[in-house]
């Protein structure tokens, strides 16, 4: 099924050890049951056969429906750290192997590996420390022998030089046997014979059912097991991207033949498949040779292991384990931070011990690195990570006011605190934050203080109980907070819950806008009834005509000849009405003309649109980052563009809901006026340099 199934062509399936951990202990809970209820040895053996069987197919079929349903996908997401963990306990898992095939110890325990220090062991560790330092050298240092690949010549020379040597020393196999150099004897299986064995008048059909419990553990370990192996598999590919689901699909359908055929759960055999992908194999001609090479075993009456020595099975496997654990515990230190490559041995260390106490050890493990992980990151995106940002070019809102109230908002320069938050605010963050933000704002000594949502992504519960005390520390050294721009009813809600808006909130819903422009100006507003004067602000929804306009920035020019210039100068002016979402004009375009917004609010962007005309496909990343929230009724604009030499506006502009009115003069228009009207065209630079000036005192000037 690999064969037919598999993108790879060095792809290689086996069956899978943790599956048979889980099989081993649904047989021994049939084992335990026929001695209570005396079943015959027929019946046990039938009932057990049936059992991993059946509970392959199944596990085969759970699994192809995972890759249809695209779930796979999901184990990409583990971390780098906890996946090379996994991997690192690979290799240790095969490096044991190797030394538990010729001392014949169980080596499951890692404390267990004190047995290698016994000196009856001295020579057989001895021999295979030989043979595993050969592969090594052929493997990494040396690629040919006499134009032969060193790997496949010294996998065949390797046993062959084992027996010269035994010849050489007059020393008999079935010595070698007896003291454990070679492995025993055994008996043959006579293959297809297995089949007579699965009778199903035999069975205990009700015994396998009531095991329903331990076949979603083997489903669940099987599954996980696969996914790693094929995460494992796409480590070590590089760029290339495998398509997980569709790998999980070949080990599903893999997985229903063997247990059509009475055989057990596998997946990938992820060392000797990886192996085969490091030296070069890309034919599919390696799994046919396995593939081939295991159905004659089984048809054959030959017990190949009896000509292969002992050292010589360690010792392949020791150099899968050794390369695996290069791989992953050495050369991947330049892939990732310190502390990042701390975590690998601790998801190594983690799975490597819970894999010895439980068959869900391997998944445990892998879960307890994950939590690592994910602490580690917590820990980091707290201290690393500011989740909010003062807004030094937010001292006032866009709003055109007359000379007045100018005048008297001027006094109270830099007495609001803006406060954009960002991110995601969460427990490990929230504390610092609220910290910090009283700490600022207390040094700053603002009236108000603004706290803009609008970058926020989400928050939790903690956080949000910290942005409580944040307010009510704010309220107590004597500052006004109102909020902006909430991003969404989950946040919202979230707030209310915790008593900081809402009927019994610590603020008032009339201190809750809808954008920061809006809270500025609210906050300019009780600021100047404070000092009893009314706001007469010139409303956005309502259309103001240019005369208006031209007055308040007449109101603050000493000349009282402007005044005549006032109408003289509106009427070459032409009126254009703009529909929400329609772009005035964009970054590259040339400055034809400069702007004056009569109604509504526009809104600007440093970068280029894609379109004019489908703004809702424009990310905003795409569309750029504003350069202020909005500009309101008397901004100007495009006039920066008309004395630029690059001669282009630098910024797109856009009319935000309700549409928006402005007042347009063409750049050859101004040209002309500088010899026609002469009084006009000192207004409108009056205008232009009171407008760059009011930017340069928003933009430039810092704030504290």
Not at 102 to 117: G, Y
Not at 427 to 451: D, H, Y
Not at 455 to 466: E, H, N, W
Request: charged share 15%; glycine share 8%; proline share 4%.
């Amino acid at each position: 099924m690999f064969l037919a199934l598999s993108t790879l062509p060095f792809a290689v399936g086996q069956i899978q050890d943790v599956g048979l951990i889980f099989l081993a202990g649904m047989v021994r809970n049939l084992v335990r049951w026929a001695e209570d209820d005396q079943w015959t040895e027929e019946e046990l053996i039938a009932t057990a056969l049936w059992q991993c069987a059946t509970s392959t197919f199944m596990v085969g079929i759970c699994i192809v429906l995972v890759g249809k349903l695209k779930l796979g996908t999901y184990v990409q997401m583990l971390p780098l750290p906890v996946v090379a963990g996994y991997l690192a306990y690979i290799g240790y898992f095969c490096l044991v192997a190797g030394l538990a095939s010729v001392t014949v110890l169980d080596l499951s325990d890692p404390l267990s590996l004190l047995q290698l220090l016994d000196p009856k062991l001295g020579w057989k560790l001895g021999l295979l420390v030989l043979m595993t330092s050969v592969l090594l050298v052929a493997r990494f240092k040396v690629d040919t022998i006499w134009g032969i690949p060193t790997m496949p010549f010294v996998l065949a020379m390797q046993p062959a030089i084992f027996f010269a040597a035994l010849w050489w020393f007059n020393i008999s196999p079935n010595d070698c046997r007896k003291t454990g150099w070679l492995p025993p004897p055994v008996p043959a299986s006579h293959g297809p014979a297995i089949f007579s064995y699965f009778d199903p008048s035999k069975v205990k059909w009700d015994s396998m059912v009531s095991q329903w419990s331990n076949f979603v553990g083997l489903v669940i370990v099987v599954f996980f097991g696969s996914a790693l192996d094929v995460a494992a598999i796409q480590a070590e590919m590089g760029s290339k991207q495998l398509d997980f689901d569709g790998e999980l699909n070949t080990i599903g359908w893999g997985n229903i033949v063997s247990g059509l055929t009475g055989g057990a759960t596998g997946s990938y055999i992820f060392s000797q498949t990886i192996f085969s992908a490091k030296v070069g194999v890309r034919s599919r001609l390696n799994g046919i040779i396995v593939a081939v090479g295991e159905i004659v075993l089984f048809f054959a009456d030959i017990d190949l292991l009896r000509v292969l020595p002992n050292a010589y099975i360690g010792a392949i496997m020791c150099l899968f384990g050794i390369d695996i654990m290069l791989d992953w515990m050495v050369h991947s230190i330049p892939l990732m931070a310190s502390a990042e490559y701390g975590l690998v041995w601790m998801s190594f260390t983690s799975v490597m011990w819970l894999s010895t106490r439980s068959p869900f050890g391997v998944i445990q493990g892998m879960v307890l690195g994950t939590v690592f992980a994910t602490s580690y990151f917590a820990i980091k995106y707290a201290v690393a990570q500011r989740n909010w940002e003062v807004l030094n070019n937010a001292h006032s809102s866009v709003t055109c006011r007359p000379l007045r109230e100018r005048v008297a908002l001027d006094d109270l320069s830099h007495r609001i605190f803006a406060v954009s938050m960002r991110g995601f605010s969460f427990f490990g963050s929230s504390l610092v934050l609220s910290q910090t933000l009283v700490a600022e704002a207390r040094r700053l000594n603002p009236i108000w203080v603004c706290i803009d949502f609008r970058g926020l992504v989400g928050i939790d519960s903690t956080a949000a109980g910290q942005l409580k005390f944040l307010v009510q520390q704010l309220q107590n050294s004597g500052m006004h907070v109102c909020l902006s721009s909430m991003p969404s009813k989950n946040i919202e809600g979230l707030l209310e819950a915790h008593q900081i808006i809402g009927p019994q909130g610590l603020i008032s819903d009339d201190l809750i806008f809808s954008e920061l422009d809006a809270a500025l100006q609210g906050s300019e507003n009780k600021m100047l009834m404070d000092m009893g004067i009314e706001p007469q602000i010139l409303a956005a929804e309502k259309r103001v005509t240019l005369e208006d306009i031209f007055q308040n920035f007449m109101d603050s020019m000493p000349s009282s000849q402007l005044a005549d210039a006032r109408s003289s100068l509106a009427r070459h002016f032409d009126q254009r009405e703009l529909v929400e979402g329609e772009w005035l004009f964009e970054a590259c375009d040339k400055p034809k003309k400069i702007y004056i917004v009569g109604r509504g609010k526009m809104r600007l962007f440093l970068e280029v649109p894609v379109s004019k005309r489908d703004v809702s496909e424009i990310s905003s990343a795409s569309a750029g980052e504003p350069l202020q929230q909005v500009s309101g009724v008397g901004e100007v604009l495009g006039d920066a563009g008309f004395y630029s030499r690059d001669a282009s506006y630098g910024f797109s502009a856009k009319a935000e809901q309700g549409g928006c009115t402005v007042y347009s003069l063409s750049t050859s228009k101004i040209k002309e006026l500088e010899y026609e009207d002469m009084a006009s065209m000192y207004l409108l630079h009056k205008i232009f340099i009171y407008n760059n000036a009011r930017y340069q005192r928003q933009y430039l000037v810092p704030k504290g």
